[in-house]
């Protein structure tokens, strides 16, 4: 097993200790807890934004997820999605050429 340290300002540090205790949570445990989650979501388990345009980029990736879901392709691999790719322009080229 690997030992993590991280710095941090000790009143960060007291805060979430005490925000963790409430939930019956030490500091080690809720750790444990949000490096899990990174892995299951392959990510930062919340949202981060910065700007209006990355809240704008947020939505509309959320709308294509949900699209993606009702068109039942969202669950296709990379390579699935770039030969859909590659037949629909192989496509467009023999229309243009018409």
């Given at each position: 097993m690997a030992v993590l340290q991280v710095r941090v300002d000790d009143e960060l540090k007291n805060q979430a200790s005490a925000i963790f205790e409430q939930m019956g949570l030490d500091l080690s445990t809720a750790v444990r807890m949000f490096l899990k989650r990174t892995v299951a979501v392959e990510g930062f388990p919340f949202e981060m934004m910065l700007t209006e345009s990355g809240l704008?980029?947020?939505?509309?990736?959320?709308?294509?997820?949900?699209?993606?879901?009702?068109?039942?392709?969202?669950?296709?691999?990379?390579?699935?999605?770039?030969?859909?790719?590659?037949?629909?322009?192989?496509?467009?080229?023999?229309?243009?050429?018409?």
């Open positions: 704008r980029m947020h939505k509309l990736i959320t709308s294509i997820q949900k699209h993606s879901e009702e068109i039942g392709n969202s669950e296709m691999t990379l390579d699935e999605i770039n030969e859909e790719i590659r037949l629909a322009r192989e496509e467009r080229r023999r229309k243009e050429v018409k």
